[in-house]
């Protein structure tokens, strides 16, 4: 272990110290999934402060002082909220969820599963920029915010950007090629006709109308396919593959102005947004051969329990390609949704974490299963 080890501690302390940690790390995982449909929430906030002030605590009975410093950070920063300093933030709860699972990694670690791979260098470094999220200026803060989340997880970078202003007028580079589409295609065992080689090709205008496209499309067959094959591939793989491609190819016609609307949508806008899969679905019926890829389109915006649109459908009248595209659909949309304002991407384990909070309300819990097992492998080969 990299990290000086505790000594003489009583294996049963040790015990009770990692089970209390787990009902604590689960505890605030689900405070901060609240927080941010209720960022002004004090009470929440109080309740998250205690709990980690808590964790902090019995890292020092146990003599765990490696860990202690970035817990502090933490503290720092959920201090100042607590004060008024500064407001919550999704950004904000992303670093402290990024805190958490490095301690836990840490943990693990202690109890003797894993490597968390951290120094005592690495965590003070990491900590540092934490605490300066709490005492910098309003001006700098979020650069600090940004940092301290890259270092905690450098998979969030984004390497190649463009604003989305800039989308129309010099398309930036997709990160798809139609190479890699046809390679994920052949190794899922699709058939590939003219109709998907047409498909593939109105991939370059709509990614290229907006820049938060770029790679989707690729990323999104991953997940389909991968989640698909793990359930027996119970659909119809080249359908699906059609549904993932085409299911946004209606949203290339709106305009960019809705497109990269930073603020709330007003009532039309929405409405408008809203008739995409309609609009999408209606393209794939006049080709014949791919009504199940239509339905499948029509429907991905539909929820468990009755509550999505267009028809209010639940869980049993949802096709499951529709299911699938759903889940696959909103975690792409939650890893990249402040990429181009920010640079950084959402981190997974905060994606993951949101996506499986919806289990039985906007998504299928069978599918919810079965992407938890494919996502964390195509994360770890850096697929999505």
Not at 63 to 91: C, H, K, M, W, Y
Not at 120 to 147: G, K, M, N, P
């Amino acid at each position: 272990m990299a990290l000086p080890v505790p000594q003489n501690v009583d294996p049963g302390l040790l015990d009770d110290f990692i089970l209390e940690f787990e009902e604590a790390y689960v505890f605030c995982e689900n405070k901060l999934v609240e927080l941010e449909k209720s960022p002004g929430d004090q009470d929440m906030i109080n309740q998250l402060f205690r709990s980690v002030h808590t964790v902090k605590g019995n890292l020092t009975f146990i003599a765990f002082e490696s860990a202690i410093p970035l817990l502090q950070s933490v503290e720092d920063v959920l201090t100042g909220i607590r004060s008024n300093d500064f407001p919550f933030t999704s950004s904000i709860s992303d670093v402290v969820l990024l805190s958490l699972d490095k301690t836990k990694a840490m943990i693990d670690e202690l109890g003797g599963h894993g490597d968390s791979g951290l120094t005592v260098e690495i965590i003070a470094h990491i900590s540092q920029l934490i605490s300066r999220i709490a005492s910098a200026s309003e001006r700098e803060r979020d650069a600090f915010i940004q940092a301290a989340i890259i270092e905690l997880d450098p998979t969030t970078m984004v390497h190649r950007l463009a604003k989305p202003e800039e989308a129309v007028a010099e398309p930036p580079e997709s990160e798809f090629t139609d190479s890699r589409i046809l390679k994920a295609l052949t190794n899922y065992n699709v058939t590939i006709d003219e109709d998907l080689l047409f498909f593939i090709k109105l991939m370059h205008p709509l990614e290229h109308r907006s820049s938060y496209w770029a790679g989707r499309s690729l990323r999104l067959l991953m997940l389909a396919l991968g989640m698909n094959r793990a359930a027996g591939n119970s659909v119809d793989a080249r359908q699906l593959a059609a549904a993932v491609l085409m299911h946004d190819i209606s949203m290339a016609f709106l305009p960019t102005e809705i497109l990269h609307k930073k603020g709330p949508l007003t009532q039309d806008e929405r409405m408008i947004i809203q008739q995409h899969a309609h609009s999408s679905n209606e393209l794939l019926l006049r080709m014949q051969q791919w009504d199940l890829a239509a339905r499948m389109v029509q429907e991905h915006h539909e929820r468990s329990d009755g509550e999505g649109y267009p028809a209010g459908l639940k869980e049993d009248e949802i096709c499951d390609g529709a299911k699938i595209l759903s889940i696959i659909d909103a975690y792409d949309a939650i890893t990249h949704e402040r990429a181009h304002t920010t640079k950084v991407k959402r981190p997974f384990i905060r994606a993951v974490l949101e996506i499986n909070s919806q289990s039985g309300a906007q998504f299928s819990p069978k599918w919810i299963e079965i992407f938890n097992v494919i996502v964390k492998k195509l994360h770890q080969l850096k697929l999505v």
